[in-house]
């Protein structure tokens, strides 16, 4: 239909319309860059200022992790999904693996920080080797989703894991069943940075001899990348990891330190690493992989900015590098960026 109107169209018309389209394309192309290039200015402006310091982390109050996946952006759903799908043959490997060192037919498995229950669906689905799934979730609405899919060998519960360990809580009375395997996947970075050691010793007590603990976390210094903009991520990294209700940003490094605290022996720890590079990616994937590795943060912020207004800089700084790194990224086929993700798990020797 569009070919025929273009068709009929007088040739002045024609010719008209062609230039005024190209004028547009080259207007918007100059004022993107016009933008690019004042921010460019700002950014260089401020990293000069002395008062500007975030590694002054002083003047910032302090408050555990405040992560509320419920009220949180869709996208913030997605984003877990996605970091789910990416690392998920590799850690069906390492659940097969486990699964032949547990030695038990079906063994039974408690998911600790569940969400809606997708991860622990998508892995343990199959009822013919995985026993009775239970998961715990300290946001209600989460565990109602996930009761709401009603598999028959899953259920889910309202816990606040901190509470649980406070009192010592029999998890295995409370199911009546032998827990065999323990599964956290991205949610102890997110239990207080003091609490998490005594939070894996009370899962410990839980479970059964010959029983596995398995971490699944991140270290945001396992994000790396090479270009004139590495600066900026840098940056915003920190921004995130200092902002009041921040998660422990670098807790991949602490996983072999807190499971031989548990086993006391190397040989009952098993960890792997899934490395992430953008090489190959098209732009499609480049986008999602930026709002996984990066984007995201600036929703963090931003949340944060609203409950807590004396961080309207780092705010307004996160923008600025969001929105001058995101087309880089993604178009610029120079920029390079790598990322790893370590899981871990121990097995509990009598
Ligand atoms: C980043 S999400 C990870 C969800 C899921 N395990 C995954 O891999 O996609 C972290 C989860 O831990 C839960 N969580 C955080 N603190 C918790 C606590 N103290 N007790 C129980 N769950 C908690 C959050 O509600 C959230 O659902």
Redesign the pocket.
């Known amino acids: 239909m569009f070919l025929e109107f273009w068709n009929n169209l007088p040739s002045l018309w024609k010719t008209i319309s062609i230039i005024t389209t190209a004028l547009s394309v080259i207007l918007a192309l100059y004022l993107r860059w016009l933008r690019i290039k004042k921010i460019r200015i700002e950014l260089k402006e401020k990293q000069t200022e002395k008062e500007y310091k975030i590694s002054d982390k002083a003047s910032l109050p302090y408050k555990e ?1 405040n ?1 509320d ?1 419920f009220n949180s952006t869709t996208q913030e759903f997605y984003r ?1 999904r996605y ?2 799908n990416r690392i998920k043959s590799f850690e069906l490997q390492h659940l097969d693996n486990i699964h032949n060192i547990l030695n038990v037919s079906k063994p039974n498995v408690l ?5 809606d229950g ?2 622990a669906l998508d892995r343990f689905h199959d009822s013919k080797k995985w026993g009775k799934i239970f998961g ?4 209600a609405s ?1 565990i109602s989703q996930a009761n709401s899919k009603n598999i028959s060998n899953f259920s889910f519960y309202t ?4 509470k649980l360990c406070k009192e010592n809580f029999d998890l295995k009375k409370h199911f009546g069943e032998p827990i065999h395997l323990i599964f956290c ?3 102890i970075h ?2 207080g940075k003091k609490n998490q050691l005594a939070i894996l010793k009370y899962l410990w007590r839980q479970l059964e001899n010959n029983g596995i603990l398995y971490i ?1 976390s991140f270290d945001d210094s396992l994000k790396l990348s090479c270009s004139e903009y590495s600066d900026l991520i840098d940056e915003l990294i920190l921004i995130s990891a200092s902002i009041p209700g921040a998660s422990d940003r670098y807790h991949g490094r602490k996983l072999f330190n807190q499971l031989i605290s548990l086993t006391n022996n190397a040989q009952n720890i098993i960890m792997d690493y899934f490395m992430t590079d953008t090489i190959h990616m098209t732009n499609e994937e480049k986008e999602s992989y930026f709002q996984y590795a990066y984007g995201f943060r600036l929703d963090r912020v931003k949340t944060t900015y609203e409950e807590y207004p004396e961080i309207k800089e780092l705010y307004e700084r996160a923008s600025k590098i969001i929105e001058l790194l995101k087309p880089e990224f993604i178009y610029n086929d120079s920029f390079y960026a790598l990322s790893g993700e370590s899981i871990a798990y121990a097995i509990k020797k009598s």
């Open positions: 992790s992560y996946l877990l970091q789910a998911d600790i920080g569940c969400a997708s991860v715990i979730d300290n946001q989460l816990f606040n894991i901190n996947t991205m949610s997110h239990m699944r």
